[in-house]
């Protein structure tokens, strides 16, 4: 059996400034190679949340459904929800992108009452899903061979000063009965691996913020090839322009638009300060969301300290 593992994929219309091609365009262009990699491969296909940017981008809504369309019968796309995914993060997703490409069947979420289980194998392969905010699912039988995909903060470093991952090797150690962990949310490519066991990010599918990280990003994905008592993890590479070419960071340059940002940020600061019991969570979580520098977090934070 193959799998295909994917973290954050963040498919979206609008190009965003670090971007100097079209965003629509790139972002299905990496999909649809992931869609016909899995039909040449017979691998259905794991995400890990966060496979569109924005909750409600109805322009991507189309092209989805003509690219998961392409998927061989019998193939399919599991996903899980991401922040991005979610409406304001409310329990009403039923008119996202995401919600409508479930409920016509598309792509199938995974949740505590929907896993997936393929008892053709010995032992048995089950995928469990656990979308941002939720609690991690036990997983029903400890002998089969028990996969994870999980939208939450699980890292291996700190990205600013008040960051706090989940240790990444921690959690590795803790949810022994996971044989494959695959982590979302974190747009940051590890793979670790202790006693046969395994905790995976591919990192961002679609680099749309200009982060030195994402300058330095090759996307890809894992390739899980299992057979019994036979596993077999490779990195894929997904075809890609060099950063040099298809991104930018002209705009960190020009004062025009860091006035502009600034405005914007000290405007959803004030909005969270009106219905906040804790403004500080919030903008650290804004900041983390957004994927904010590293050298703008730090000036944030410095500031939120002298308050
Ligand atoms: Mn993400």
Not at 186 to 205: K, P, S, V, W
């Amino acid at each position: 059996m193959k799998l295909i593992l994917l973290s954050d994929f963040h498919l979206m219309s609008k190009t965003p400034v670090s971007r100097t091609d079209d965003a629509f365009i790139t972002s299905f262009n990496k999909f649809n190679y992931i869609i016909d990699y899995a039909n040449k491969n017979n691998a259905h296909i794991i995400q890990a949340g966060d496979l569109t940017h924005a909750s409600r981008d109805y322009n991507t809504l189309h092209q989805l459904i003509n690219s998961l369309s392409m998927l061989d019968d019998g193939l399919n796309l599991y996903t899980i929800w991401g922040q991005h995914n979610q409406y304001y993060r409310t329990k009403s997703n039923d008119a996202t992108t995401l919600g409508i490409l479930h409920s016509i069947k598309l792509l199938n979420i995974l949740n505590k009452e929907n896993t997936i289980i393929y008892d053709t194998y010995v032992p048995a392969v089950n995928v469990y899903g656990c979308s941002w905010g939720e609690d991690v699912p036990p997983p029903e039988e400890a002998d089969t061979f028990n996969i994870l995909a999980i939208h939450e903060s699980i890292g291996t470093e700190r990205l600013f000063p008040e960051d706090d991952p989940i240790d990444a090797e921690i959690f590795l150690r803790e949810a022994r009965e996971y044989n494959i962990i695959l982590c979302g949310d974190i747009h940051r490519q590890f793979h670790i691996e202790l006693d046969g066991r395994h905790i995976l990010n591919t990192g961002c599918a679609f680099r749309y913020s200009g982060g030195e990280y994402e300058l330095n990003h090759k996307p890809g994905f894992f390739l899980i090839d299992y057979d019994t008592n036979n596993l077999n993890i490779s990195w894929e590479k997904i075809p890609h322009e060099s950063s040099k070419t298809a991104m930018s960071v002209e705009h960190l340059k020009s004062e025009k638009y860091l006035n502009a940002s600034v405005a914007e940020f000290i405007n959803l600061v004030d909005e969270y300060q009106k219905k906040s019991t804790d403004p500080k969570r919030d903008i650290r979580e804004y900041l983390h969301k957004n994927n904010i520098s590293e050298s703008i977090k730090n000036i944030i934070f410095k500031e939120m300290e002298n308050d």
